[in-house]
């Protein structure tokens, strides 16, 4: 399981949301901390309203205060300063494998200049460079409540690469006597993608029938699943949500108040195009779990 995480700060309060998640997931797996701060080039006055950390001992100094107070909670924390190479996001996935980090856990409201636009960016960029899982955390709004896992939610889309956040979900469930939900979310006739929708007009009602018939299939295999979980003595349950996949994620999260979301997905490197339209991607903005992502093994 995770044993050294690495936590890229940029300064600023939105930022520090990790903390509660850092500190709970280092306190009960037992790992280890690294706080890291990338130097930018050409950064901006201010980060998020707050002064931005331009200078090596100012950014070692704020970095020190964190690990402080880590360590108040009996959490170890080294303190990493870096500059920026060829972008921030490149920078934090090649620190994570120089430190032998495995896992990544970063706000979603960015990192100095680029934002909220980085979490995106460095999921890619982690997860298409290795295999270390990114774990976002969306800030709260004022004082980030403590992290709890009591139930996790693990998506799934009947294919073996998908079930690659299986072992990590199981792990993080063992560690805080948290459920696991299986979801797999099929189609309705309104909602089918692309060439399907097409194809579903023509013959609306073999297509019904046939997502009726892919439901079914779902259900078989997400219980097959769940038996698998269940045999290691973790609660699992296991559904299937008819609709729009992100959309219906969304609402499955929230309908059985889920603390954290674990899923693969196919973030890999000179992929973009793959990344932007992946269910991953699309879900992360409309999440406010917290989502862990894992690299999803691909054929090569």
């Not at 999921?123 to 004022?142: D, E, H, K, N, Y």
């Not at 979801?183 to 009726?212: E, I, K, N, S, Y």
Request: charged letters at 15%; hydrophobic letters at 50%.
């Amino acid at each position: 399981m995770f044993r050294h995480l690495l936590v890229p700060l940029d300064g600023s309060g939105l930022a520090e949301a990790v903390l509660p998640a850092t500190g709970a997931l280092a306190g009960r797996l037992g790992a280890r901390v690294t706080l890291l701060h990338v130097l930018e080039h050409g950064a901006p006055e201010t980060v998020h309203g707050e002064p931005h950390l331009t200078r090596s001992q100012d950014a070692q100094a704020y970095l020190e205060g964190v690990a402080k107070r880590l360590a108040a909670q009996g959490i170890t924390a080294e303190c990493v300063v870096d500059h920026e190479r060829e972008d921030v996001a490149r920078t934090i996935a090649a620190r994570g494998a120089t430190q032998g980090a495995d896992l990544i856990v970063i706000c979603t409201h960015g990192y100095g200049g680029l934002r909220d636009l980085l979490f995106g960016r460095v999921a890619q960029q982690v997860l298409g460079s290795g295999t270390i899982p990114v774990l976002l955390i969306r800030p709260a709004g004022g004082e980030q409540p403590p992290f709890t896992c009591r139930r996790i939610l693990v998506p799934l889309d009947g294919t073996g690469p998908s079930e690659a956040a299986l072992p990590v979900a199981s792990a993080l469930a063992q560690a805080f006597g948290a459920e696991v939900v299986l979801v797999h979310v099929v189609p309705t006739l309104m909602t089918l993608p692309g060439d399907r929708a097409a194809a579903a007009q023509l013959m609306p009602t073999a297509a019904a029938a046939m997502l009726d018939a892919e439901a079914e299939r779902a259900a078989t295999y997400l219980e097959g699943l769940r038996g698998r979980v269940d045999a290691t003595g973790i609660n699992a349950h296991a559904m299937v949500e008819r609709g729009e996949s992100v959309q219906a994620l969304v609402a499955a999260a929230t309908a059985h108040r889920v603390d954290l979301v674990v899923m693969a997905t196919h973030a890999r490197a000179g992929m973009a195009a793959v990344w932007t339209g992946s269910v991953a991607a699309r879900l992360l903005p409309h999440m406010a779990a917290p989502v862990l992502l894992v690299r999803a093994p691909t054929a090569e």
